[in-house]
């Protein structure tokens, strides 16, 4: 096998986008300081605001992490025991943790493999008497087929949940995520394309009773000071968050086409037949949270590219139906083979903003040097 010249490049680091926005988030730090005001103040509101019309949709509520914003949606829209809701069978364990959290029973559907996205043929044959929502997860940054969902629901009168936290920016026939269902649910975890200083999160939605009892349950179920309407739980957006999410939100499209800009790349010059590279379906703009291949010898390609000083990661290894937190739905080898393949030979290349076009092509010739 030979080897390219080697030049080390970390699957992710937010050096260059930090270098770049330095005054713009030491502002938003010294101004939150100043103002000494910490929690449900001025700058939630205007990051709410923002968010929400940059997603247009009507309204945006903060909260603590992405996988509360499931459950909050999911609780908000009285979802819980007895009831079953349709997830993705390849996702992170979030989206389907969400459900169980909420006491509702995840029903696994199958993706496309050329998207990874779940796959809406598959989805009508899950639908029971039972189910109440569908969970559409934009995985890697690419939007699910959002007009085949959203029919399927109305014509069974369920839910349309997104779950955009890896799709800050995508778009589905000209319409970002976040507007795309009855309720989307963002994760603002530092890697996002959109991405916090800690963890971070929250709701968009058209609904304004929705919204209203979104924030109501976030913040103990009370809709005002010491009044509890709900049995609700602690996942409040800070204000500290909130202003550094702001000072990042203007450069979003631009940082996403950068994001573009380097998967064309990729994808224009990876020339080895064992790599699967990633499509753009029809309608999408996809914005490449994770650039994702597929090869059969995925092993012997990571181990590879490590040796080249290209940093990897695997999106996901063990699929959700076999690992142990999920063993009681008694899902053994086999029970959903596309999901299975595709944790079996996914491989996570470097992607990230500030990417230099040395480190891109050094991970293409990387890629290509792999004989194996």
């Keep these: 096998m030979s080897q ?16 770049e926005l330095d005054g713009d988030l030491r502002a938003a730090f010294d101004r939150v300081l100043q103002n000494s005001w910490y929690i449900e103040g001025r700058e939630d509101e205007a990051f709410e605001a923002a968010f929400a019309r940059y997603c247009g949709a009507a309204h945006c509520v903060g909260c603590g992490n992405g996988l509360d914003a499931l459950v909050l949606i999911l609780k908000a829209m009285g979802i819980g025991p007895g009831d079953e809701v349709i997830v993705p069978s390849n996702t992170f364990i979030a989206t389907v943790l969400a459900v169980s959290y909420a006491g509702a029973a995840p029903v696994f559907v199958e993706p496309l493999l050329a998207t990874y996205n779940i796959d809406p043929a598959r989805i009508e044959a899950a639908v029971t008497p039972r189910t109440k929502a569908i969970i559409a997860v934009h995985l890697y940054g690419q939007c699910a087929q959002m007009d085949a969902i959203n029919a399927i629901a109305k014509a069974h009168g369920l839910k349309v949940i997104e779950d955009a936290a890896q799709a800050h920016g995508a778009t589905f026939q000209g319409r970002r995520a976040g507007s795309l269902g009855d309720a989307a649910a963002f994760s ?20 304004p009773d929705l919204a209203q009892k979104v924030r109501a349950l976030g913040n103990y179920g009370s809709d005002y000071k010491y009044h509890h309407i709900y049995k609700g739980q602690n996942s409040r957006l800070d204000e500290l968050q909130a202003a550094f999410l702001a000072a990042k939100l203007p450069h979003l499209d631009r940082m996403n086409a950068e994001r573009r800009r380097i998967a064309g790349r990729y994808c224009a010059g990876i020339r080895n037949p064992a790599v699967v590279l990633p499509t753009a379906a029809p309608g999408c703009e996809h914005v490449y949270h994770i ?40 899902l053994g080898p086999g029970a959903l083979p596309l999901a299975e393949e595709i944790s079996a030979t996914e491989l996570s290349l470097p992607m990230y903003y500030g990417m230099t076009d040395a480190q891109v092509q050094a991970v293409i010739d990387a890629v290509n040097s792999c004989k194996e």
């Design 188 to 207: 603002f975890y530092p890697g996002k394309n959109l991405g916090a200083l800690g963890d971070a999160g929250c709701v968009t939605t058209n609904d």
């Design 4 to 19: 390219p010249t080697k030049l080390s490049v970390p699957f992710v680091s937010f050096r260059p986008m930090e270098k």
């Design 291 to 330: 650039f994702a291949v597929r090869c059969a010898r995925r092993d012997a390609l990571e181990a590879h590219l490590n040796a080249c000083g290209i940093g990897t990661n695997k999106h996901y290894p063990t699929p959700i139906h076999r690992q142990g937190a999920y063993r009681e739905l008694g």
